[in-house]
């Protein structure tokens, strides 16, 4: 006997509910034959909304019985969402594996083997300019995020938005190996400060906040990550001045 599911969502001219979508193909993918019933205006929609008191769409019912919205429906099949708020570490580990593959690609395309030093390099680079482009996203929130922490931002705000640029410019010229006399210094004087502060913060005052290491409205705690990726500047930057060319 095959399973059964209604599921009500707005299929208008102008617009389609992507929820609704999603709803549709996660009932598919656990099995059910899905009754799908378009709502076409938005007086057919509010009167939906009114007739089951629900403030959304779209609304699923299984075996009559209602089993709510896409976030419901997600949570009924075992397969929760996170909550807003959630310590997350998936855009960092995003960023690594995007720095890595590039560090890898370049290298075989150049060296014809992936692992080279100048690989090695070029991870530590393009993770730089990667993460410098998120901060760059919202530099405001971001900003606000890294003044919660920063020794030097918080003595001079300028600092907080110039940070990230100073990031990216670093990153892209160390990838080159253009301009050293610019990039290692800039490279070694945000990375340490960046390495104090997170040691001052997290290891001295025991504070519990979020890092802006990806940016404004990242979910990843102040701690290790953070203080990984201003070591890893200052690495990078003591390799290139005590061997500049490789």
């Known amino acids: 006997m095959s399973k059964k599911a209604e599921l009500y969502r707005m299929v208008m001219d102008k617009h389609v509910c992507p929820y609704g979508i999603k709803s549709r ?4 993918k656990q099995g059910y034959e899905v009754v799908d019933h378009h709502l076409t ?7 939906f909304k009114a007739k089951y008191g629900v403030a959304t769409t779209p609304q699923t019912f299984i075996d009559g019985k209602r089993i709510g919205g896409y976030t419901d429906l997600r949570a009924h099949f075992g397969k929760a969402l996170p909550e807003a708020g959630t310590t ?11 720095a890595g593959a590039l560090a890898l690609a370049v290298s075989q395309f150049v060296y014809t083997t992936p692992f080279t030093v100048r690989a ?7 993770a730089m300019v990667i993460l410098a ?3 760059l996203q919202d530099v405001e929130k971001f900003s606000s995020m890294f003044l919660g922490y920063d020794l030097l931002a918080r003595r001079w705000v300028p600092y907080s938005y110039a940070y990230p640029f100073l990031e990216f410019g670093a990153g892209a010229l160390m990838a080159a190996h253009a301009l050293n006399w610019l990039s290692i ?6 990375g340490t400060i960046g390495a104090v502060s ?5 290891y001295i005052q025991k ?11 990242s979910n990843v705690p102040l701690g290790f990550v953070s203080l990984t990726e201003n070591l890893a500047m200052i690495a990078m930057a003591l390799w290139m001045l005590l061997r500049p060319v490789v």
């Open 25 to 28: 193909w996660l009932l598919e």
């Open 41 to 47: 205006t938005r007086v057919e929609t509010d009167a």
């Open 88 to 98: 997350s570490y998936i855009p960092v580990l995003a960023v690594f594996a995007a």
């Open 120 to 126: 090695a390099e070029w991870f530590v680079a393009f």
């Open 133 to 135: 482009m998120l901060k």
């Open 185 to 190: 210094p800039v490279a070694l004087t945000i």
């Open 198 to 202: 997170v040691f001052h913060a997290v």
């Open 207 to 217: 504070r519990d906040i979020k890092c802006a290491c990806v940016g404004g409205s």
